[in-house]
């Protein structure tokens, strides 16, 4: 429970059992792995719950994706904003002599955005097809605690890339 407060205490025991948010699987061997917050839950417009952080470990496992968040709250599918690891995707994009001056110039190229379809796609074999990053959109600057995106831990702030980005994520359900 909660040190005294037995009203928030009070408010997470049921029936002996601590409700506490957070949603899991039991190993066969009996060990208990936290995957997600129920409060993290996405729910398209179709009703399903998708769990964001297992696609963005899934696709953020890619050499070339520093960071993702996945969104798609009421929509119906989801979707992502994907900050490249750019000394990987800047070397590669040297040596297959593609030309760019800037990060934004990079990240609008036809063969950058066809490049990380296809990465997108080869890192979501494992994922149910409600689950797939249908569309997404690339990002020239990495999340920053002090731009508010992410958390002293690093953990997404999805809401508030949202409401930052609240133009490429319109862009993408358009």
Known sequence: GYY???????DVLRDGWQYTGDIGE????????????????IITSGGKNVA??????????????????????????VSALIVPFFSALEEFAQRKKWQF??????ITMPEVVKFF????????????????????????????LAGGEITPTLKVKRNNITAKYRDLVEEMYA
């Open 52 to 77: 964001p952080q297992r696609i963005e470990t899934a696709v953020g496992k890619d050499h070339y994706i520093e960071q993702i968040a996945v969104v798609g709250e009421g929509r119906k599918f």
């Open 26 to 41: 039991m190993s066969e061997d009996g060990y208990l792995t936290i995957t997600e917050r129920k409060k993290d839950l």
């Open 117 to 144: 379809r296809e990465r997108i796609d080869a890192q979501s074999h494992e994922l149910a097809n409600f689950e797939k990053i249908k569309e997404f959109r690339l990002l020239p600057d990495d999340f920053t």
């Open 101 to 106: 001056e800037s990060r934004l110039e990079l």
């Open 4 to 10: 005294n407060n037995p009203a928030a205490t009070e």
